[in-house]
């Protein structure tokens, strides 16, 4: 990526990583989305559980996704945590940062046309558009879905409305992702079986925002929750509400349950 974000991140943010050093008892990484800074992370952060060697885990240069678990401002120590981060946040995060890559390839090409150098076009709207709505990827979804008028209303001369919107419309279309959850879902009544079938019958009827809803049977008590969503940010919480709402109204028929991250 051309594009570095710029100051610290914030505590709980997700953030891709590439492995520097390994000492015996920490990871020192550099955060890939940031101009210049590393993170620490310690060996107790890095996987539950005892470590006998940490090389089974990280390796020199390797991508990983950390979470942010304290940022100092002045020292601009930060420290992360790799244990921390379920497959369905990696997965999210991985995502975003292809989804960027792509949009910063956009970007580029409408400078071209525009006659203008990817750092150019950062600076003539670029970095507007990221301070705006957070990332490229998701100000052209809203270009995408409202046209020239996010455009105009952050004040860009008609030249660039124009040719942006034109190339957004033509070459983006709206990312979606799969995340999963295990739902463990019992229920002692004779007719047990047929009952939690039941209710897993109207989980469409209980989903509110994901597209596209999927259950599938594993192995008692163990059942497969899997969901579409364009909105990438928002996934997991989509996905953990979902699971919430079926084991609420699971308790209404004497159904007991959990979910669990999917490994």
């Known amino acids: 990526m051309f594009y570095k974000k710029p100051g610290l991140p914030n505590n709980n943010d997700f953030v891709l990583c590439t492995v520097k050093k390994i000492l015996h008892h920490s990871v020192f990484v550099s955060l ?15 996987a539950p559980g005892r470590i006998r060697n940490i090389r089974e885990y990280v390796k020199p240069d390797k991508k990983i996704v950390c979470k942010v678990l304290k940022v100092n401002e002045y020292t601009k120590q ?40 990817l750092g150019k076009m950062y600076k003539e709207a670029g970095e507007k558009l990221i301070e705006e709505f957070g990332s490229l990827q998701e100000s052209f979804n809203k270009i995408v879905n409202e046209g020239e008028t ?21 070459k983006i279309k709206l990312p979606k992702i799969k995340v999963k959850l295990i739902l463990e879902l019992k229920s002692y009544e004779s007719n047990g079986l047929e009952i939690i079938k039941s ?19 594993i192995s008692a008590p163990k059942y497969s929750l899997e969901i579409t969503t364009p909105e990438l940010k928002n996934a997991d919480d989509i996905i953990e509400n979902l699971a919430e709402e079926i084991i609420n109204q699971g308790k209404k028929l004497n159904i007991t349950g959990k979910w669990l991250r999917a490994s």
């Open 78 to 117: 930060i420290d992360l945590s790799l244990r921390r981060v379920s497959i369905n946040a990696m997965k999210i995060k991985i995502d975003e940062f292809r989804q960027e890559e792509k949009a910063e390839k956009l970007l580029e090409t409408i400078g071209k046309q525009l006659g203008m150098d």
């Open 199 to 217: 209710l897993l019958s109207k989980v469409k009827e209980l989903n509110k925002r994901a597209e596209n809803v999927e259950v599938s049977y």
């Open 32 to 46: 890939d989305e940031y101009e210049n800074l590393e993170g620490l992370m310690h060996i107790s952060e890095i």
């Open 150 to 170: 996010t455009l105009k209303k952050l004040g860009f001369n008609e030249k660039i409305v124009n040719v942006i919107t034109k190339f957004v419309k033509e």
